[in-house]
């Protein structure tokens, strides 16, 4: 009999209550705080009670999530996501606030455990600081708003070879060794969001003035601010930021630099343009599979060279029906780990291509799944709430941790050597863009009131800093497009520094696995236990690293990579 997940029930709810129900939630939680707590027993009872509501509302906007990207073109599974978030969701969030002053005022809150409730003491007393009743309905707009980016994309398609092919589908072509068909499908491609460019500028206007209007209201000069403080960026500042930013400009950009270099002198090309920057440059195309199970099956025997539990994890989602890992018209763009509490795991979502990236791709995620089974019996939900730097230090690790198990999907030995060379480069290679994404959203959100034209420059002007020896004379009308292209600066703002944070941080878990292999694994898994109980400094360190992303600290990881890469080339 094949082995599934089981729904359980969430601890602390009636078996009857109507998670749909706003009046019944209302009741419910309106019950929990009367009488009011009269022990610290009885106060951090009251929070697990709480927690249990959280999450089984939490679960709910997660399937509609999923069925709303998996449904992309199907506009009734956006409107019941929509639909939920501002009758249920949204509604919730004055209640929650005074549950969280009743938390905050107890006179019994002073004799918790400072080891165990410090951290939580922090995130309430920050959501009591920025909760503001009139931003309710503003989230709501901007949720509505996020969304529409993806139906945008979704329904995105050129003909292109005799077939109708998404925008993913076109960006295989990439790798063709055919340069002319490369262009052809580049320009296609980028040609799909230059159609909608106006469109697409419009949404983003909206959502600026929507977001600028919510940290006014919550007493912030800016946006950015605001997002710092929401986000729970207690380890550092916004003005951190900027030194993260100039050092990967000091010490990444001239490594890129090198790299294009080699790749325009092995290509015999006198420039690099777009469309010549992933191009295989020995003329093998990985093939990693060549279906989706097959994909799963390779994936789990790789992450049970790391961990057997990983491997089971992942076969007990895939019973369950918790993967969608192919590409198809009509399915919202990227990938993503939605963690599902009363399942104890998580749903993955991506749009495989049969490409090495998949592969990465499907084990990044994995990451994120391993982490969420991990924090399974955490009773606070708040402890499972990791913030980016640390949701994302899971991810990236187990890129880096697999690596020794991707024989899996290459027997040939140039194959193996040439994705763990790919992997290695592009663990550096994307902290350019990395901080173009992030020091753009600085400069948009700290000056609110730009237009569309101003905009395009500022990336332009901001990209350039970052930028390596691609050449894009002839195509200034798509360079200003890199943006638009990006997810998260639509529906996720100023999340995406984090990957630069957190890769840092996986090439620091993955020297010390160098070192020694049984520790760091060790260690990568006491990372996981510890959810968000810590501090994000605090956690790096359960992991056996620092939390540094330091011009100094930076080098010495250019200088790693570039020893392994060496190793590699000698294979």
């Known amino acids: 009999m094949t082995e599934k997940l089981i729904p359980q029930p969430y601890k602390y ?56 990207t998996v449904h992309a073109d199907d506009e009734s599974y956006e409107q019941a996501y929509n639909d939920y978030y501002s009758q249920v969701v949204a509604p919730l969030e004055p209640l929650s606030f005074e549950l969280k002053k009743l938390f905050y005022a107890s006179p019994h809150r002073a004799a918790l455990s400072e080891e165990k409730y410090a951290h939580l003491n922090r995130m309430i007393a920050r959501d009591i600081e920025l909760f503001r009743e009139e931003n309710v309905p503003l989230k709501i707009q901007e949720s509505e708003l996020a969304n529409k980016y993806g139906g945008f994309v979704s329904k995105m398609t050129a003909e292109f070879e005799g077939r109708e092919q998404t925008v993913a589908q076109l960006s295989v072509y990439q790798k063709d060794p055919d340069r002319t068909k490369r262009e052809a499908a580049w320009r296609l491609r980028v040609g799909c969001f230059a159609a909608r460019e106006k469109e697409l500028n419009e949404l983003y206007d909206e959502l600026r003035g929507i977001r600028t209007k919510i940290a006014a209201n919550a007493g912030f000069s800016n946006y950015r601010d605001y997002m710092h403080a929401e986000m729970g960026r207690f380890s550092y500042t916004p003005e951190d930021l900027y030194t993260f930013h100039d050092a990967v400009e000091k010490v990444v950009v001239p490594f890129v630099k090198d790299l294009d270099s080699h790749r325009r002198q092995m290509l015999k090309l006198e420039t690099l343009r777009p469309w010549d920057t992933v191009v295989d440059l020995d003329g093998r195309k990985l093939k990693p599979f060549e279906t989706t199970q097959e994909f799963i099956a390779k994936s789990a025997k790789t992450l049970n060279r790391v961990d057997p539990n990983y491997a089971r994890q992942l076969q007990l989602m895939d019973n369950t029906g918790l993967l969608d890992l192919e590409n198809r018209k ?115 959100y700290l000056h609110p009131e730009h237009n569309a034209e101003e905009r395009k420059k500022a990336f332009l002007q901001t990209s350039a800093r970052f930028s390596s020896d691609i050449d894009w004379s002839g195509l200034e009308e798509f360079k200003h497009l890199r943006w638009l292209m990006q997810l998260h600066i639509f529906e996720v703002p100023f999340y995406y520094i ?20 049984v520790r760091a694994l060790r260690q990568y898994q006491d990372f996981l236990n510890l959810g968000y109980t810590r501090p994000v400094n605090e956690i790096y360190k359960a992991a056996g690293i620092e939390f540094d992303f330091s011009e100094a600290r930076i080098r010495e990881l250019v200088d790693f990579v570039k020893a392994e890469l060496a190793e590699i080339a000698k294979i």
Request: charged residues 20%.
């Open 13 to 68: 709810l009636p078996a009857d209550l109507d998670i749909s129900s706003l009046a019944a939630l209302q009741n419910f939680i309106h019950s929990l705080m009367q009488p009011a707590p009269a022990s610290p027993d009885e106060l951090i009872t009251l929070m697990e009670k709480y927690s249990s509501v959280s999450r089984a509302v939490s679960d709910e906007m997660t399937w509609r999530y999923i069925r709303m």
């Open 330 to 444: 009509g399915k919202a763009p990227g990938g993503y780990n939605s963690s599902l509490s009363n399942l104890g795991s998580s749903f993955i979502f991506m749009n495989h291509v049969k490409l090495h990236n998949d592969v990465v791709t499907l084990l990044h995620e994995s990451g994120h799944a391993m982490h969420a089974a991990a924090m399974k019996d955490i009773p606070l939900s708040q402890y499972c709430e990791t913030p980016s730097e640390v949701a994302e230090l899971a991810s990236m690790s187990m890129e880096l941790l697999s690596m020794d198990s991707w024989d899996e999907f290459y027997t040939d030995a140039a194959d193996l050597k040439k994705a763990k060379k790919e992997q290695l480069e592009g663990t550096l290679s994307f902290l350019p863009w990395c901080m173009t994404v992030d020091a753009f959203q600085h400069w948009v």
């Open 498 to 517: 984090e990957y630069g944070m957190a890769q840092l941080g996986a090439l620091s878990i993955y020297l010390n696995y160098r070192r020694d292999r």
